[in-house]
């Protein structure tokens, strides 16, 4: 029987049902202005509560750090009592959900910010475009952040994750990926800096490690995940050596004594193209939960937790379409597809009305 992908499992503190996440989707849903959650938002999550852990989309941390239209935030009173509903429908269908907090640095346009620049751990622009309420525009220049600006970004993770705790979530996700802020001083190529936050691979993990540090001051370690994509390049981040950046912050986590990292294998949305072997070689740093992203499909995530080269997988877009994706794999039933117009923005269509299979046969 492949049936492990359904067994339950301990994501450190977090008791899921079976080992299928839901990987953080940014959907552009939230109630503007104040970048608010929404009775529409905690009717989506309800309907997805039947993955094993829900990773929240991409959620701002703070005005400075959210560039993207619509996408939630959780500095605020009322964008905490917002999530209430979301965290509130999720527990009251049996379903467990994790927030996950975003800081997006350079890749904030500063239409966002009153025309005032982004902040980067150097003075950098992102390539191609940003997303605005006005359509896409292109990158800005960042500024490269003071010690205070530092300070300051980690004082604000620290009240985000007193807001989710405030809020009913069941621990956080630090959003470590896809060339926003933390990556972006992780990596030699939007790390330019020669303070104690640039240059060596210790200097360049410093902010990971404060802001771990903080949030871990807030919540039970093993209620805390990180999202790491070591070998994407997403948002044209990189590393002359991976391997090295990488067993160095897989370690920061290890000592934090963190519940569990979510990888994304290869590069970000794209194929599979994962280094099985350097991906088996980084996980040794770790050895809390290991949760694989990218691109799976039912065949191959059975194969991975089968094989114990993943204690639990995410998926992403097939969660889009299918509300009722863990029942759908476990039937080895027909999948959804999900319309793309229909993923950013917008209102309940190509959101809340995918139906289940049971509908489906009704």
């Known amino acids: 029987m492949h049936d492990t992908l359904f067994q339950p499992l301990k994501l450190g503190a977090i008791e899921a049902k079976n080992r299928i996440l839901m990987a953080p989707l940014t959907r552009g849903r939230s109630t503007q202005p104040g970048s608010i959650p929404n009775e529409m938002m905690a009717t989506y999550y309800r309907q997805r509560a039947g993955a094993g852990l829900i990773i929240s989309e991409a959620t701002g941390i703070s005005v400075e750090g959210l560039g993207w239209p619509a996408a939630p935030g959780i500095w605020s009173d009322e964008q905490v009592e917002g999530w209430k509903q979301v965290t509130k429908a999720v527990h009251e269908e049996g379903g467990l959900i994790v927030l996950q907090m975003w800081h997006m640095g350079r890749i904030v346009h ?161 194929p599979r193209d994962a280094d099985d072997e350097k991906l088996a070689e980084l996980r040794k740093h770790f050895t809390g939960v290991y949760v694989a992203n990218n691109g799976f499909d039912r065949a191959l995530a059975i194969k991975r937790v089968e094989s114990g080269k993943a204690d639990a997988i995410a998926f992403g877009r097939p969660f889009i379409g299918n509300p009722d994706l863990v029942t759908r794999l476990e039937k080895n039933a027909p999948l959804n597809e999900s319309n793309k117009e229909t993923w950013y923005g917008g209102g309940a269509e190509g959101y809340t009305d995918y139906p289940t299979l049971e509908e489906e046969r009704a």
Do not use: C
Request: charged share 25%.
């Open 110 to 270: 500063p239409d966002f910010l009153g025309g005032k620049p982004p902040v980067s751990a150097s003075a950098t622009t992102a390539p191609g475009h940003a997303h605005t309420f006005e359509g896409r525009k292109d990158h800005q220049q960042a500024r490269a952040a003071t010690k205070e600006d530092i300070a300051r970004i980690v004082e604000d993770y620290r009240k985000a994750a007193e807001n989710a705790k405030r809020a009913g979530f069941d621990g956080v996700q630090l959003h470590a990926a896809n060339g926003y802020l933390i990556d972006q001083f992780l990596r030699e190529s939007s790390n330019r800096r020669t303070d104690q936050y640039g240059g060596s691979v210790e200097n360049r993990t410093r902010l990971l490690k404060e802001v771990i540090e903080v949030v871990t001051s807030v919540w039970e370690p093993k209620r805390v995940g990180v999202r790491f994509g070591p070998f994407s390049n997403a948002n044209d981040v990189s590393d002359s050596d991976p391997m090295a950046l990488f067993s160095k912050a897989y370690s920061i986590a290890e000592e934090a004594g963190l519940g569990f990292l979510d990888i994304i294998e290869g590069q970000t949305g794209g």
